[in-house]
T-cell receptor, first 114, second 114 residues
Framework: GAGVSQSPSNKVTEKGKDVELRCDPISGHTALYWYRQSLGQGLEFLIYFQGNSAPDKSGLPSDRFSAERTGGSVSTLTIQRTQQEDSAVYLC????????????FGPGTRLTVT | AQSVTQLDSQVPVFEEAPVELRCNYSSSVSVYLFWYVQYPNQGLQLLLKYLSGSTLVKGINGFEAEFNKSQTSFHLRKPSVHISDTAEYFCAVDRGGSNYKLTFGKGTLLTVNP
């Protein structure tokens, strides 16, 4: 079946511009995550959606970052007024409910802010 | 709070040699433990996980890991590596089965040379 997809795969933007990154999770997965992967820094948790519950936004690095999940499926991560330090690979993952469930990752969006 | 330490950022080995990638974690509660692999330009893929029971866990591609509670470790091993095992490996912790906010280590780049 179809896995997690993300678009665009690459995005180059100028400092100060807004960007939107999209994630299509696996159908039926109720939980969706966004992570940021910077060179040599591993994966940094950004935000978590679970069903109709309020999202856990505790990992968002600043108020320039926001995310939404429409209809319990597709999610969009928005970065406003991008800065060079926002350059990274943004990964999305989805999973079913239940402790210890495998998170299925998309291929990521590589964001470069010039 | 929990943390994950991957003791080696890079591990070069020759083909058919054994390898061990080290992971230590800190947590005040019981945890679930994971190893993910990331091949170049791809998302993460689950190698194996420890939830409970036998402390020796076998995963895909001939990898295995041993949970050692007293040493708070979850080292990944393979008796004989192939060039195709060249990838970045991430250890991750899920606190007490909450199934969100996986905490990842910074990764270990395994390079298998001919």
């Amino acid at each position: 079946g179809a896995g997690v997809s993300q678009s665009p795969s690459n995005k180059v933007t100028e400092k100060g511009k807004d960007v939107e990154l999209r994630c299509d999770p696996i159908s039926g997965h109720t939980a969706l995550y966004w992570y940021r992967q910077s060179l040599g820094q591993g994966l940094e948790f950004l935000i978590y959606f679970q069903g109709n519950s309020a999202p856990d936004k505790s990992g968002l690095p600043s108020d320039r970052f926001s995310a939404e999940r429409t209809g319990g499926s597709v999610s969009t991560l928005t970065i406003q007024r991008t800065q060079q330090e926002d350059s990274a690979v943004y990964l999305c993952a989805s999973t079913t409910m239940g402790g210890g469930s495998e998170q299925y990752f998309g291929p990521g969006t590589r964001l470069t802010v010039t | 709070a929990q943390s994950v330490t991957q003791l080696d950022s890079q591990v070069p080995v020759f083909e058919e040699a054994p390898v061990e990638l080290r992971c230590n974690y800190s947590s005040s509660v019981s945890v679930y433990l994971f190893w993910y692999v990331q091949y170049p330009n791809q998302g993460l893929q689950l190698l194996l996980k420890y939830l409970s029971g036998s402390t020796l866990v076998k995963g895909i591609n001939g990898f295995e890991a041993e949970f050692n509670k007293s040493q708070t470790s979850f080292h990944l091993r393979k008796p004989s590596v192939h060039i195709s095992d060249t990838a970045e490996y991430f250890c991750a912790v899920d606190r007490g089965g909450s199934n969100y906010k996986l905490t990842f280590g910074k990764g270990t780049l395994l390079t298998v040379n001919p």
